[in-house]
């Protein structure tokens, strides 16, 4: 087991250690707007969305959390808690800790300390990504870029003995049109019809319910063709 393996472990055994697990269903809500955090959370499976409900009533996708992300930090470190909501897309299993208790772990630990920092930094640079991907006006790009944002996030290989940009790039988040639709600020409809498109050029496909990437290499080549004709 590598350096940065055995970090991570003895982070997520502290948590273990010191928290509780919860499960939620797919479609749970784990926080609402109005709602205290009652600790700091570590994704051990599923994913959680985090988003914000507009005065028309349109959802603004903020975030998916992944497995071995860590939510409430804002809460945590500056007493600071956003008006979201936070879901389960999927069944989702959870360990809490409290709050007390997690701030004495890191400021504790320099390890536990450098795994956080990492993880912010992790975020800090994936809504960078978010923000040049929003920049796109047209929405087959945008769709385009929303996935392949997506597949860096979440994705991995199909087939884990090849590592080719060329090959089948599986999405395991439950990323649904809806979904992307609220991550870039377009109709369903819209959404559909793009993601249609796609599918029809082979760009794209499904397996078992989750959107596969036809290789990397050609979805970057089509967003920059379609940026081009744009």
């Known amino acids: ?36 955090p009652s600790g700091i959370y570590y994704i051990k ?43 389960a897309i999927d069944n989702v299993s959870l360990i809490k800790v409290q709050k007390k208790d997690f701030l004495k772990f890191i400021y504790s630990n320099h390890t536990a300390t450098l795994i956080l920092l990492q993880k912010l930094i992790k975020m800090y640079s994936m809504f960078s990504d978010r923000i040049n991907d929003l920049e796109v006006a047209k929405t087959y790009p945008r769709t385009i ?4 944002f997506f597949a860096k996030r979440y994705g991995k290989f199909l087939d884990t003995e090849n590592n080719k940009s060329s090959d089948p790039y599986i999405i395991r988040a439950p990323i649904t049109h809806q979904i992307i639709a609220n991550f870039s600020a377009m109709t369903r409809e819209t959404t559909s019809r793009e993601m249609s498109l796609l599918e029809k050029k082979k760009i794209i496909f499904y397996k078992n319910h989750l959107i596969v990437v036809n290789g990397m290499k050609n979805m970057k080549k089509e967003l920059s063709k379609s940026l081009v004709e744009s």
Not at 5 to 22: M, N, P, R, T
Not at 145 to 148: A, E, F, P, Q, R
């Open 45 to 87: 499976k599923g994913y959680v969305q985090v988003y914000s409900i507009s005065e028309n009533g349109t959802e603004k996708l903020h975030i998916i959390y992944k497995p071995n992300d860590v939510f409430s930090l804002t809460w945590a470190l500056n007493d600071e808690q956003k008006e979201l909501y936070y879901e």
């Open 1 to 36: 087991m590598e350096k940065n393996e055995l970090a991570e472990k003895e982070f997520v055994d502290s948590f273990i250690k010191h928290g509780k697990e919860i499960s939620y269903k797919k479609g749970g809500i784990i926080m609402r707007p109005d709602d205290l």
């Open 145 to 148: 870029s929303c996935l392949l």
